[in-house]
């Protein structure tokens, strides 16, 4: 059978996945976009040869970037997701009856159009009266943005193009554009293999927002594993969740939520680096 | 660079690392044994095609296997290991003062030949006056022992030819072997690769011990990584610890043995299999 090895520069661990049938392969503007079917892991997306999602294990990412910052919220109204071209991330942000408008500012419109045709599982909201689709780069979407209450950011590595949607610059505009008791969520690497970054995201995000935390959980899916989210408040707690957890859910629920946090003492290792490996 | 690719049948993802240098491959009777320099993970003993520890992260998996269990025991004098014998779970269990005696209970004297050689990092407390190692099948050396705190299983794949090690059989000579408030644990596969597995170990311990439960952390060079412990016990309650975590550790501490605890609504999911992908 076919092997499909995925060439993530950044990891010391290649992943190799058997390939059943490639389903699509094609040049974007921005990327190369190939979508194959495993054996075991159902359709899977891979952007610039890294796996983005697949169709077994994504619910892991999707539920758990998206609704954490959703039910720490007691009443999320308006909400911008920015990348999540696949639609796994809107998806779950319209689960919440309380969401009236969603943004999504995906750069790359074939990742929409790709999805829609060959992940359906994924892209199956986007005929949602709420939703309103930007094809534009985010980190320029943001600064029109205002009143929002959640803001969530779903790209592909932050070490690799997606790297201005993790600088201050752009976490200052994320914050101008949340209402005073808004939240942000993004996710910031593995633990395992870029703690460096994840270190970094979390430093960073604290020079603009007075609340940031970080949970986790394992995906097995993305090098490394041990998948970090970076939280940042401006009011809430983000360890709290305001409300019961919405219908249709997985993985996420409010045991769940509290436990994605680490322990206050290794958080605080891995931090300032006396958890060093 | 050359490259070593892992040959875990049981792993839809199959893993590939950098090899800087081979410096020991050899047959025991039993298995063969690759040990390997990486760039990226230190020196990695590999056996039958599968990674069995990296110099970077063993500590991940000696520790959490180690001292959950022997923190729960409020004074663990007599502690039998079964398989390990690179040496990491005896260094561990030895970092408590209340040890009296450790058995080892290796099938393969030529692991722990090699690992003496190779992997000075884990081997290094076969030394110490309270260890007495036995070339023998752990599953025969268990039906002889007695008056014993805590027992630990540190084997290869639970699905391989270690497979007598987790059948009622066994847990049941444990029992026997153990004291009347005594614990044991062992390595229950992964929750996102191999989770019937784990369920199965799980219903099979709580057949002979009235306290049963599982405990995970990531592992990223294991195939799946959110890697699973579980553990059985006579009296006390496996989630909370009872003395404070000995010197010397790198990721246990109090805070991390709670949370290395699934919640409860996400462990009974799992175990009646309404949380399935």
Redesign the interface.
Known sequence: MI?F?ENEPFS???????VEKVLFKGKSPYQEIIVFE????GRILVLDNIVQLTE??E??YHEMLTHVAMHVHPNPKRVVVIGGGDGGTVREVLKHDTVEKVYLAELDKKVIEVSKEYLPFVACAFDDPRLEIHITDGSEFIKEAKDIDVIIVDSTDAIGVARSLYAEEFFRHVKKALKGDGLFATHSE????HKDVTIEIQETLKKVFPIVDLY?I?I??Y????WSFSIASIKYNPRKPQRPPVKGL??Y????H??SF?????YERIMNKT?H?
């Open positions: 092997k090895i010391p661990v290649q992943y190799m996945y058997e495993s054996p075991d892991f077994k294990d619910f892991f593995s633990l395992c293999f986790s394992p097995a899916t090098p490394g594993n041990w997985r993985l629920d409010a045991e769940v509290t436990w680490l322990p206050k003492s290794l958890l490996w």
